[in-house]
């Protein structure tokens, strides 16, 4: 992604396949997750365009401080990003990531001289309960992100929860 420098979709399809590979082939877990800004429009309406490029890149770097070295993060377009965490062992090691992302953001981020509050919501699918395709993957994800939105935003929720399950989302710093 020439904005942020993290890689983009096609990058990370292509990790996913061969995470999804070596997890077959070695028993192992992976999880997906989407993000996705909350009120991303309103920052680009009030900032314009350059302030929400400024946003996007401090997130980028957030998002870098709560990962590991060994995950993916990339940006699918827009104010979307996807974490491909390959080799975890369980759900709760995937819902610690996303407590230490909503952490990471907590802090405002410097945008046009001023600093603005960020937060996302997240969406989380595992391999192999949950999908066993990168695209099946992709879309449970995504659906788990919206379900995040839909329970208020600024939390995470797993694949299959829905907005009238919310006791298994959890939201920032819980």
Request: proline share 3%; aromatic share 4%.
């Amino acid at each position: 992604d020439t904005l942020t420098g993290l890689p983009n979709r096609r990058l990370l399809i292509d990790r996913l396949e061969l995470a999804l590979g070596l997890a077959e082939r070695h028993g192992r877990n992976l999880a997906l997750m989407f993000l996705d800004l909350d009120h991303f429009k309103q920052i680009n309406d009030c900032y314009g365009h350059e302030g929400g490029d400024e946003l996007l890149k401090g997130v980028a770097r957030r998002l870098a401080t709560a990962t590991r070295d060994t995950d993916t993060i990339a940006r699918q377009g827009g104010d979307e990003f996807v974490i491909l965490l390959p080799e975890i062992d369980s759900a709760a090691d995937a819902e610690q990531v996303a407590q230490r992302i909503l952490g990471a953001l907590r802090a405002p981020l410097p945008v046009q001289g001023q600093t603005l509050a960020a937060s996302v919501s997240i969406g989380i699918a595992l391999y192999p309960g949950d999908a066993d395709s990168a695209d099946g993957l992709m879309r449970q994800a995504d659906l788990a992100m919206y379900a995040a939105k839909q329970g208020g935003r600024n939390r995470y929720c797993r694949r299959g929860m829905t907005p009238t399950a919310l006791e298994d989302c959890a939201e920032q710093g819980g």
